[in-house]
């Protein structure tokens, strides 16, 4: 009895037998379905990218629209004004720089300290980037003090609707509001 052994032939790698998980048709669904997961993924980057930019660009806005920085000077001064027991009173004015970069309206502004008292006269208006106004206040100061600076308090209304309280340190001495103060203490010695 003679066996025929099987021959295995090693350069054979399975042509001719496919199998149900390999078929062409199954291959093109494996690349098809690749496809649409890499177009997914990438679809969803461009999206969140998208969304993150647009979040952090509403939150640029809010912080720049929530911006305040002014700047304060004591302007002029009136020629006239009072003295009455060693306290000095005279008008003068207010220069308010908005050197943010969104409108600001200014509310109030003034400054209490021993022995100063400045008050705003006249209504405000708004004031845009870049642009000075002129505010109209009161001064009353005794002659015995020398407040430098002045620590000036401003009530600004910022581009959303937010009022917010700032406070600018104002430079007194050799102002027009000091010569006025000096030149009215002169009179009433």
């Not at 649409?36 to 969304?51: E, P, S």
């Not at 600076?149 to 309280?165: I, K």
Request: some cysteine.
């Amino acid at each position: 009895m003679t066996a025929e052994h099987p021959i295995i032939d090693l350069d054979d790698r399975g042509r001719g037998r496919v199998k149900p998980d390999e078929g062409p048709r199954r291959r093109r669904l494996n690349r098809a379905m690749s496809a649409y997961a890499i177009g997914a993924f990438v679809l969803g980057a461009a999206v969140g990218g998208i969304g993150v930019a647009e979040v952090q660009g509403s939150r640029d806005a809010r912080t720049r629209a929530a911006t305040v920085a002014v700047v304060v000077i004591a302007s002029s001064a009136s020629d006239g004004g009072e003295i009455s027991n060693s306290i000095a009173r005279f008008d003068a004015q207010l220069a308010v720089v908005n050197a943010g970069p969104q409108p600001v309206t200014v509310r109030t502004v003034g400054a209490r300290l021993p022995g100063t008292v400045i008050d705003a006269t006249a209504p405000f208006r708004l004031l845009r980037p870049g642009e000075v106004g002129v505010i109209q206040v009161q001064v009353v100061v005794h002659c015995s003090v020398k407040p430098d600076p002045v620590p000036m308090r401003l009530s600004v209304e910022t581009a959303d609707q937010r009022t917010r309280e700032v406070s600018y340190p104002m430079a007194y001495t050799g102002t027009a509001w000091h010569n006025r103060a000096v030149s009215l203490c002169g009179q009433g010695s």
